[in-house]
């Protein structure tokens, strides 16, 4: 390639906004003529050629922040208006377009820092798991402590034989992304640790200790195989940008740019930070009212209606309409950075929810009204409107933990909360809606992704050169036109072969084939090899709306049904079905976003790999490790159904009570002329649903029904299923002064400050939730709750009723 510099991407620096590039200065020209570069009487709009200027000689590090002169002109002749109106190429404006290829990540102080946050986020994300509060370690908490690591060990002198290990040279972007991307790796607790963990509590065999941790690690694995396989079209293309990405981005660009340069976004990421990191303390320990301010519950507090439709400061309180928050620990970041596309279709489905929950219930369908309106658990039959009786649903298994239909017909069939039920119908619409959705508008796309099963593809491996994967992939100048600016400057590395993530790929079924037998787990090698179709099927769909709409669609449900009608009657299969089945998929898409991620920093494509494989087999130990640990210690308190203010197997109860109910009772629940028969026929009605909105946009293409996705509205109309829902309003104020009034008008300041903002008030809200986990919360085993007043009230902290049933 030749060396060229390409304009300024992001908000213009000054000067001549095209030839303006991001070293510090002003302007290009002023960095050119610094480099020795006087000669630049031609201005090219958006690239100057510095070799023709310079005779080739131009630094190493300018040199390969180039791409051609006649590739795609970023920015040219547009506004920053014009820049903003493009969701699917925002990260070209918001993010810098450049690299330095001598920054090496592949320092001791990576690995020292890397393995040793590995080894932090996996055993907190594992005890998380067992507590009675959930803390998720995001990616800004990670940035934030692993940078200060960095600059702390930067004290180390240089001289010495520890300084020239962990203090080499100032700590560089890409340093910090490999050690995020490998400690953010690790964070996630493995949902094989929630198998094995309900296999030791409620099943007679566990497996041993090798067979559970090779069963986490391949669990784990399979996905990233899966998709590394599909990098080229879920991860290359400028349209799949992963909105999540952009504000960690911002803040790596943010924390390691030349100060001179990036001094107004670190004012803005430090008082953002700062700021949310006092503020919590209010509404998160000393005046919890502000999570949930509702007039109408205020005004009314005797009415269960008003407590259903107002409500929603408490866990499965109510639908929180009308409620303000003013934690931004329940608002979340994603309110400043999904885009406004996506924003909308949520709102849509919001509104949807509403009458839907409210006329699901009030009509009394599925006998609403004599279980609670809000909650996740089976009940019995004999429940009614006064008293909720759960679901005793160890009394229908027999001794190996499979269905007995004789001791079934005693208890009798359980139900679901009405809401409970529309939420996973309208679930399993969202899931075939997404493929109808993406076959439609993003056929292209798909279609190239199966490019490789043409005869013609499968012709060309049998030729010799294909063979030859050593050898670095020579591309046409209209191939470099086409190709996304932050990928081109990739091409200076040598990407991860395929055969790479074939290798895990195959490994990991091999390993995981021979586990599901080990673990007695009654799942057939065929439901196997099934649960991996279905998974590298939804990977590509689930993983295409993830990189266009920042939306991730939960494929459980539609994965556990198909488990059930494959084997049914057995509850511990329908485990292990899902955790291939669906497990797979949510790993594919955070090696998607991880990939995405490593391409913005450019960091080379071998080190993301190494990274995220490494972060995985951390993990995958210490999961185990904690998991054996704490149901070992801790088994009484996790079965029992209050636990205790440190230790809760709610969640683990949770997810053997859905194992319970699709692997053992689908037939009794779901089959034609049940109760919930319906909720299958959601994946019918998905199918079909997305095509009337077609058809409207093809006809009248100027009106804007394109913007409408049925897929994403659909899973909405379950969205207020659980939780504290009082944050909504909130959400969509902040979303719509970020995504409409900001990206509308104020797009130089939404460019350049958004993300970072973003980042700031993330960072700041996950530190301080971490540490009034173990200074008040009792995550250190002994709480200290505050005072109690008319702010800190004992009931629901909006004062609204308490239904009576629940006592």
Same mark, same amino acid.
């Given at each position: 390639?030749?060396?060229?510099?390409?304009?300024?991407?992001?908000?213009?620096?000054?000067?001549?906004?095209?030839?303006?590039?991001?070293?510090?200065?002003?302007?290009?020209?002023?960095?050119?003529?610094?480099?020795?570069?006087?000669?630049?009487?031609?201005?090219?709009?958006?690239?100057?050629?510095?070799?023709?200027?310079?005779?080739?000689?131009?630094?190493?590090?300018?040199?390969?922040?180039?791409?051609?002169?006649?590739?795609?002109?970023?920015?040219?002749?547009?506004?920053?208006?014009?820049?903003?109106?493009?969701?699917?190429?925002?990260?070209?404006?918001?993010?810098?377009?450049?690299?330095?290829?001598?920054?090496?990540?592949?320092?001791?102080?990576?690995?020292?820092?890397?393995?040793?946050?590995?080894?932090?986020?996996?055993?907190?994300?594992?005890?998380?798991?067992?507590?009675?509060?959930?803390?998720?370690?995001?990616?800004?908490?990670?940035?934030?402590?692993?940078?200060?690591?960095?600059?702390?060990?930067?004290?180390?002198?240089?001289?010495?034989?520890?300084?020239?290990?962990?203090?080499?040279?100032?700590?560089?972007?890409?340093?910090?992304?490999?050690?995020?991307?490998?400690?953010?790796?690790?964070?996630?607790?493995?949902?094989?640790?929630?198998?094995?963990?309900?296999?030791?509590?409620?099943?007679?065999?566990?497996?041993?200790?090798?067979?559970?941790?090779?069963?986490?690690?391949?669990?784990?694995?399979?996905?990233?195989?899966?998709?590394?396989?599909?990098?080229?079209?879920?991860?290359?293309?400028?349209?799949?940008?992963?909105?999540?990405?952009?504000?960690?981005?911002?803040?790596?660009?943010?924390?390691?740019?030349?100060?001179?340069?990036?001094?107004?976004?670190?004012?803005?990421?430090?008082?953002?930070?700062?700021?949310?990191?006092?503020?919590?303390?209010?509404?998160?320990?000393?005046?919890?009212?502000?999570?949930?301010?509702?007039?109408?519950?205020?005004?009314?507090?005797?009415?269960?209606?008003?407590?259903?439709?107002?409500?929603?400061?408490?866990?499965?309180?109510?639908?929180?309409?009308?409620?303000?928050?003013?934690?931004?620990?329940?608002?979340?970041?994603?309110?400043?950075?999904?885009?406004?596309?996506?924003?909308?279709?949520?709102?849509?489905?919001?509104?949807?929810?509403?009458?839907?929950?409210?006329?699901?219930?009030?009509?009394?369908?599925?006998?609403?009204?004599?279980?609670?309106?809000?909650?996740?658990?089976?009940?019995?039959?004999?429940?009614?409107?006064?008293?909720?009786?759960?679901?005793?649903?160890?009394?229908?298994?027999?001794?190996?933990?499979?269905?007995?239909?004789?001791?079934?017909?005693?208890?009798?069939?359980?139900?679901?909360?009405?809401?409970?039920?529309?939420?996973?119908?309208?679930?399993?619409?969202?899931?075939?809606?997404?493929?109808?959705?993406? /076959?439609? +508008?993003?056929?292209?796309?798909?279609? =190239?992704? %199966? &490019? @490789?099963?043409?005869?013609?593809? #499968?012709? *060309?491996? $049998?030729?010799?050169?294909?063979?030859?994967?050593?050898?670095?992939?020579?591309?046409?100048?209209?191939?470099?036109?086409?190709?996304?600016?932050?990928?081109?400057?990739?091409?200076?590395?040598?990407?991860?072969?395929?055969?790479?993530?074939?290798?895990?790929?195959?490994?990991?079924?091999?390993?995981?084939?021979? /586990?599901? +037998?080990?673990?007695?787990?009654?799942? =057939?090698? %065929? &439901? @196997?090899?099934?649960?991996?179709? #279905?998974? *590298?099927? $939804?990977?590509?769909?689930?993983?295409?709306?993830?990189?266009?709409?920042?939306?991730?669609?939960?494929?459980?449900?539609?994965?556990?049904?198909?488990?059930?009608?494959?084997?049914?009657?057995?509850?511990?299969?329908?485990?292990?079905?899902?955790?291939?089945?669906?497990?797979?998929?949510?790993?594919?898409?955070?090696?998607?976003?991880?990939?995405?991620?490593?391409?913005?920093?450019?960091?080379?494509?071998?080190?993301?790999?190494?990274?995220?494989?490494?972060?995985?087999?951390?993990?995958?130990?210490?999961?185990?490790?904690?998991?054996?640990?704490?149901?070992?210690?801790?088994?009484?308190?996790?079965?029992?159904?209050?636990?205790?203010?440190?230790?809760?197997?709610?969640?683990?109860?949770?997810?053997?009570?859905?194992?319970?109910?699709?692997?053992?009772?689908?037939?009794?629940?779901?089959?034609?002329?049940?109760?919930?028969?319906?909720?299958?026929?959601?994946?019918?009605?998905?199918?079909?649903?997305?095509?009337?909105?077609?058809?409207?946009?093809?006809?009248?293409?100027?009106?804007?029904?394109?913007?409408?996705?049925?897929?994403?509205?659909?899973?909405?109309?379950?969205?207020?299923?659980?939780?504290?829902?009082?944050?909504?309003?909130?959400?969509?104020?902040?979303?719509?002064?970020?995504?409409?009034?900001?990206?509308?008008?104020?797009?130089?300041?939404?460019?350049?400050?958004?993300?970072?903002?973003?980042?700031?008030?993330?960072?700041?809200?996950?530190?301080?939730?971490?540490?009034?986990?173990?200074?008040?919360?009792?995550?250190?085993?002994?709480?200290?709750?505050?005072?109690?007043?008319?702010?800190?009230?004992?009931?629901?902290?909006?004062?609204?009723?308490?239904?009576?049933?629940?006592?």
């Amino acid at each position: 390639m030749d060396s060229r510099i390409p304009g300024q991407v992001g908000a213009p620096l000054g000067g001549d906004p095209q030839l303006a590039f991001n070293t510090g200065h002003s302007t290009g020209i002023e960095a050119l003529e610094e480099l020795g570069v006087h000669d630049v009487s031609e201005k090219r709009t958006g690239y100057v050629t510095a070799a023709e200027k310079n005779d080739g000689n131009i630094n190493d590090q300018i040199r390969h922040i180039a791409t051609d002169e006649e590739s795609i002109d970023i920015g040219k002749g547009m506004t920053a208006s014009e820049k903003v109106d493009n969701p699917e190429e925002i990260a070209l404006y918001a993010l810098h377009v450049e690299d330095d290829p001598s920054l090496n990540p592949w320092t001791m102080r990576t690995w020292f820092l890397g393995l040793g946050l590995s080894c932090f986020s996996s055993v907190l994300a594992t005890i998380y798991q067992y507590k009675p509060q959930g803390i998720v370690l995001s990616a800004t908490f990670l940035c934030v402590v692993s940078y200060v690591l960095a600059r702390i060990l930067e004290f180390i002198p240089k001289s010495g034989f520890i300084g020239r290990w962990l203090n080499p040279h100032a700590f560089n972007h890409k340093e910090h992304a490999a050690i995020l991307i490998m400690s953010s790796t690790a964070a996630r607790s493995a949902m094989a640790a929630e198998v094995i963990a309900v296999q030791r509590l409620w099943y007679t065999e566990t497996p041993n200790a090798a067979v559970c941790i090779f069963l986490i690690f391949s669990s784990q694995a399979l996905g990233y195989g899966i998709a590394g396989l599909l990098r080229k079209v879920l991860v290359y293309p400028t349209k799949f940008f992963y909105p999540a990405n952009l504000p960690i981005m911002s803040l790596l660009e943010t924390l390691h740019r030349k100060r001179e340069s990036t001094k107004p976004q670190l004012k803005v990421f430090y008082w953002a930070f700062g700021l949310i990191f006092v503020w919590e303390l209010v509404p998160e320990y000393m005046m919890p009212i502000l999570t949930a301010v509702n007039v109408f519950c205020l005004a009314k507090r005797n009415s269960m209606v008003f407590s259903r439709l107002f409500g929603g400061g408490n866990g499965n309180e109510g639908l929180g309409f009308l409620s303000l928050c003013f934690d931004f620990q329940y608002i979340g970041s994603s309110a400043l950075y999904l885009p406004l596309k996506t924003q909308f279709n949520t709102f849509v489905g919001y509104v949807l929810c509403l009458g839907t929950f409210m006329g699901v219930y009030y009509g009394n369908i599925w006998r609403a009204k004599d279980f609670p309106f809000l909650s996740q658990l089976l009940f019995s039959p004999q429940s009614n409107s006064t008293a909720y009786i759960t679901f005793n649903q160890t009394a229908v298994l027999d001794a190996n933990g499979k269905l007995d239909e004789a001791k079934l017909a005693v208890e009798g069939v359980p139900y679901m909360a009405a809401t409970f039920a529309a939420y996973v119908l309208t679930q399993n619409l969202a899931i075939t809606a997404t493929i109808t959705h993406l /076959c439609l +508008y993003n056929w292209d796309d798909l279609k =190239s992704s %199966w &490019a @490789f099963l043409s005869p013609s593809s #499968l012709k *060309s491996l $049998l030729k010799p050169s294909a063979w030859k994967f050593w050898k670095q992939v020579e591309h046409t100048e209209e191939q470099l036109d086409e190709m996304d600016p932050h990928y081109k400057l990739m091409l200076n590395y040598n990407d991860a072969p395929d055969w790479w993530y074939g290798l895990v790929f195959l490994a990991s079924g091999v390993v995981g084939l021979i /586990c599901i +037998y080990e673990a007695n787990s009654g799942m =057939s090698w %065929w &439901a @196997f090899i099934i649960a991996t179709i #279905l998974a *590298s099927i $939804l990977v590509l769909f689930m993983g295409a709306q993830f990189g266009l709409t920042g939306f991730s669609l939960p494929v459980q449900p539609i994965i556990q049904m198909i488990g059930a009608y494959l084997e049914p009657g057995n509850p511990l299969t329908n485990m292990y079905f899902t955790l291939y089945g669906y497990n797979t998929v949510g790993q594919g898409l955070v090696l998607l976003q991880d990939l995405k991620l490593g391409q913005y920093a450019k960091l080379s494509p071998k080190c993301t790999f190494v990274m995220q494989m490494i972060g995985t087999l951390v993990g995958s130990i210490l999961n185990y490790v904690i998991t054996l640990t704490i149901t070992t210690n801790q088994r009484e308190i996790l079965l029992s159904i209050e636990g205790t203010h440190i230790w809760s197997g709610a969640g683990l109860q949770s997810f053997n009570t859905q194992a319970i109910t699709w692997g053992g009772l689908a037939k009794q629940m779901y089959s034609t002329g049940s109760t919930y028969q319906w909720v299958p026929l959601g994946l019918v009605i998905g199918f079909v649903a997305p095509v009337p909105i077609y058809v409207l946009h093809r006809f009248f293409p100027k009106v804007g029904f394109n913007y409408l996705n049925v897929s994403i509205i659909a899973w909405h109309i379950g969205w207020l299923v659980t939780g504290i829902n009082s944050a909504i309003i909130s959400f969509f104020l902040v979303a719509f002064w970020s995504q409409f009034y900001l990206r509308r008008y104020k797009p130089d300041w939404f460019l350049k400050f958004n993300y970072v903002l973003c980042a700031g008030l993330d960072g700041g809200t996950q530190v301080i939730v971490f540490i009034m986990s173990f200074a008040f919360a009792g995550a250190s085993g002994k709480p200290v709750p505050f005072p109690t007043y008319w702010g800190n009230n004992g009931g629901n902290i909006d004062f609204c009723m308490v239904d009576p049933a629940n006592g």
